[in-house]
């Protein structure tokens, strides 16, 4: 299995940092990342319902999601950090085959349905700043794939220092926020003793908690926090996990802020009003400065909101890249998979919008709060037995009483998402026309949910893991290296993508060469910059990849093997068969993945274009 999200892997060194605040200071950036996650556009929706409906009183649920939240973080953190698998990678080692691809599927669904509000955030954002139709913002938002590329080619430290100023812009604009509401000190501090007003505040506050602990970032910071590279060591991993605690911290509290801050802003301004029903961002928006008194409310709103959907567009196609490649173990072109998350989004919102109108949208950013709230419990639940595990964490695993209190979160979650599912089912039950369709599709759906959370809470307790963990070797190359003399060529290319068809290829080209041949590993750099300047590139992902090609080459020449490397740039149809053609070689080795069809064409499969191009053997090793 490949290391998580290759391209940016330990490429930010925490060592040598003269001071302890500059080592603090190199581990900082992650945590930011995954809290606009916590402050996206589903959130405001959320928020804002409850504050123009309840007034103060739901504020107790942000404050104890926030705490649930920073626990969660960090048990993903420590994951990352300990053991170097994301959890889609440590599902996927701990699970069957089908219970992952369901977890996947569950995993894309979260994806979609944050990615709605993110989407219909933006749009609303600029409609309301630069009166553009929302339907025309809506389609808008397909720019921002392009975005994202060019950060992630300029290097993770880059993408984090434009997330965190997205993130005080946000931080700052409700500052003044507050200032222009005033809020009641009193009250707000009477909103953080827990009380639920009514049956009707129950599918606010699971909103609130589907939009504040969401499932993707539990992906997401796994995975983020092994872009650092550190001493390995137990007292390195300490070190570690301390320092991510503090970025944790700090960076998840400021989203509560922000949070806090439209929800008191909703108290204050309509609910204190007697406008009870605020829960469209637009209402929201258009009410702000008849009724604080300055024109820069709403501005400062709309710009909050634009800078919140374009931060957390960002994470959620780095959370989507995350789940793909753990779960399914497939490697495709980074702008397929954003175009893909992004068009799952944008379809139902123009949709609906175009049926419906513009009105429905706040209420189906809060549907998408509550589908993401139904999604925690399968990626809670695993990520509690992964940290608990005493093997697989090295001796880092969690205490007995963190344990205790990680289930009693899980617990409270599940509780309230299944009394949410059985009232909605009930409420559908007594008003449909056709009951029995549901008692046949509905019901045996959600009891088919009900089953597989209990057999991902006790499978873990009864079995081992499939897969050791604990080896850390590029992508788990324990083998019997072959020293077989069967074969009579010994100029041999393999060409290799950094994914596990590449032991299978490695090895079928050690059969055929034995000890004596030649080997020459090929990888092919895909990037933007790589298609446009071919071998005068020189982005972040150059980087990463000849550093891979160079860690194999020295891996394989330890094992006695006369190995050279050789990258290539832009197309890897093109680019293969150039140095193929160009080289001396007497046959080319290529792993596959087992794909056909219209499987090659979407995971960018080169095999069949390749073969016609090149004017030797072509020797096919099946995944």
């Not at 998580?4 to 930010?12: A, F, K, N, T």
């Not at 975005?147 to 604009?173: C, D, P, T």
């Not at 991510?244 to 108290?267: E, G």
């Not at 567009?313 to 890249?321: F, N, P, Y």
Request: aromatic letters at 10%.
């Amino acid at each position: 299995m490949g290391k998580s999200l290759e391209e940016v892997h330990e490429s930010i060194s925490t060592q040598g940092k003269t001071t302890r605040f500059r080592k603090i200071l190199a581990f900082f950036g992650p945590a930011y990342l995954i809290s606009v996650g916590y402050m996206d556009p589903g959130n405001w929706a959320t928020d804002l319902a409850g504050g123009s409906q309840f007034g103060y009183s739901l504020l107790w649920v942000l404050l104890m999601s926030n705490i649930m939240a920073l626990l969660l973080q960090s048990l993903s953190a420590r994951l990352g950090i300990v053991t170097q698998r994301d959890l889609a990678q440590a599902s996927r080692e701990t699970y069957s085959k089908p219970i992952n691809y369901i977890l996947y599927f569950l995993a894309e669904i979260s994806i979609a349905a944050c990615d709605l509000a993110e989407v219909l955030g933006m749009a609303i954002g600029l409609n309301l700043l630069f009166d553009i139709p929302l339907i025309q913002g809506v389609m808008i938002t397909v720019l921002d794939t392009f975005l994202l590329l060019f950060l992630i080619n300029k290097g993770m430290r880059k993408m984090e220092a434009f997330i965190i100023a997205l993130v005080a812009i946000i931080g700052f604009s409700f500052v003044f926020e507050m200032i222009f509401a005033q809020p009641e000190v009193g009250k707000v501090l009477t909103g953080l003793i827990p009380t639920l007003p009514s049956e009707d505040a129950l599918y606010i506050a699971i909103g609130i908690i589907g939009a504040t602990v969401m499932p993707h970032n539990l992906y997401l910071h796994s995975s983020l926090v092994q872009t650092r590279k550190f001493d390995r060591s137990k007292e390195g991993n300490k070190q570690a996990l301390k320092y991510n605690f503090i970025d944790s911290t700090i960076a998840l509290n400021l989203a509560f802020f922000v949070n806090a801050a439209i929800l008191i802003l909703a108290a204050a301004t309509f609910h204190k009003n007697g406008l009870f029903e605020v829960a469209e961002i637009q209402d929201a928006h258009r009410l702000l400065e008849p009724m604080l008194g300055t024109q820069w409310a709403p501005v400062l709103f709309a710009v909050a909101l634009i800078a919140a959907g374009q931060s957390s567009t960002i994470t959620g196609t780095l959370a989507g890249q995350i789940i793909m490649e753990g779960y399914l173990n497939l490697r495709i072109q980074p702008w397929i998979r954003r175009i893909i998350t992004r068009l799952i989004a944008i379809v139902p919102a123009v949709i609906v919008i175009s049926v419906f109108g513009e009105s429905v949208t706040g209420k189906m950013l809060i549907l998408s709060q509550v589908i993401l709230s139904l999604q925690l419990g399968f990626a809670i639940i695993p990520l509690i037995h992964f940290v608990s595990d005493k093997s697989k964490m090295k001796g880092l695993h969690i205490s007995r009483t963190t344990q205790i209190v990680s289930w009693i979160i899980a617990l409270i979650i599940v509780s309230l998402n299944a009394k949410l599912v059985y009232n909605e089912i009930q409420g559908w039950l007594e008003t449909s026309e056709n009951p029995i369709i549901l008692w046949f599709t509905i019901v045996p759906l959600a009891l088919g949910f009900l089953f597989l959370l209990l057999y991902i809470v006790f499978k873990p307790f009864v079995t081992k893991a499939k897969h050791n963990i604990d080896n850390h070797s590029p992508h788990n190359f324990k083998l019997n290296f072959s020293k077989t003399e069967s074969y009579d060529k010994k100029n041999i290319a393999v060409s290799v993508d950094f994914s596990d068809a590449d032991e299978i290829a490695i090895n079928s080209a050690f059969e055929l060469g034995g000890s004596q041949a030649n080997y020459t590993l090929i990888h092919v750099v895909e990037t933007v910059g790589a298609m446009i300047y071919g071998g005068n590139t020189d982005d972040h992902e150059t980087t990463i990849d000849e550093k891979l090609l160079m860690e194999y080459q020295e891996m394989l020449v330890t094992e006695g093997y006369k190995v050279a490397i050789q990258l290539g740039f832009g197309k890897p149809t093109k680019a293969i068969s150039k140095i193929i053609n160009e080289g001396n070689f007497d046959i080319l080795v290529m792993g596959t993945h087992g794909h056909t069809g219209f499987k090659d064409l979407l995971f960018v499969t080169t095999v069949d274009k390749v073969r016609h191009e090149i004017h030797i053997p072509l020797f096919l090793v099946k995944n």
